[in-house]
């Protein structure tokens, strides 16, 4: 058990739909990443949040956003669901934003879009 | 730019070694990372490597670094049926906090 939980592990949705999912790091663990893992992408960076405020963004969709709240858990939203947003998302966190620090990764929220 | 690249498919017999390599292409990576992931689970960091060392060990696990040719290694010795699973490597550079993921390979050891 790496200590990151995310919720839910699965969801059902439909196209046009906007989810959320949550994500709570590690205890002391004040970054937060999101990744996501599809087929044809692989695995790749959306974006990452210390202590509350924006630090890096990646590959991230306009129809999607994230936040860090005070007591540090993350939710990731998707809106305006297409099929190909069908993924699994992972949430990592790290104790801060040094180089050399591990990220330790949930189980991650398989996302179906039908 | 970030490239990482790694073989898709590997497969062994129970108590052979496995070594699944792995090229990346920025030279500024700093960080090189493997993690493990089983079917319905996160990813789980095994191991990692400084860019300033050759060689890492971590009981049945050695890690190998090329820095020249770009290249990362991960060999595991006495592969066991529980080390089936798809290992990634990541690299990660000074001032970037991201992770860059290969393609991941798929690591099948038979009985």
């Known amino acids: 058990d790496s200590g990151v939980t995310q919720t839910p592990k699965h969801l059902i949705t439909a196209t046009g739909q906007r989810v959320t999912l949550r994500c709570s790091p590690r205890?002391?663990?004040?970054?937060v990443y999101w990744y996501q893992q599809s087929l044809d992408q692989g695995l790749q960076f959306l974006i990452q949040?210390?202590?509350?405020?924006?630090?890096a963004k990646g590959n991230i969709l306009e129809r999607f956003s994230a936040q860090q709240f005070p007591d540090l858990h993350s939710e990731l939203n998707l809106s305006s669901l297409e099929l190909g947003d069908s993924a699994l998302y992972f949430c990592?966190?790290?104790?801060?934003?040094?180089?050399?620090?591990?990220?330790?990764f949930g189980s991650g929220t398989q996302l179906s879009v039908l | 730019g970030e490239d990482v690249e790694q073989s898709l498919f590997l497969s062994v017999r129970e108590g052979d070694s496995s070594v699944i390599n792995c090229t990346y292409t920025?030279?500024?990576?700093?960080?090189l990372y493997w993690y493990k992931q089983e079917p319905g689970a996160g990813l789980q960091l095994l191991t990692y490597?400084?860019?300033?060392?050759d060689m890492k060990q971590d009981q049945r696990l050695t890690v190998l670094l090329n820095k020249k040719d770009k290249h990362l290694s991960l060999r595991i010795a006495d592969t066991q049926t529980g080390d089936s699973a798809i290992y990634f490597c990541?690299?990660?550079?000074?001032?970037?906090?991201?992770?860059?993921f290969g393609t991941g390979t798929r690591l099948l050891v038979s009985p």
């Open positions: 990541a690299e990660r550079n000074t001032g970037f906090q991201k992770l860059v």
């Open positions: 990592a966190s790290s104790v801060g934003t040094e180089t050399n620090e591990k990220l330790f």
């Open positions: 949040y210390y202590n509350g405020e924006e630090r």
């Open positions: 490597i400084f860019s300033n060392m």
């Open positions: 205890s002391g663990d004040l970054s």
């Open positions: 920025d030279s500024s990576s700093t960080y």
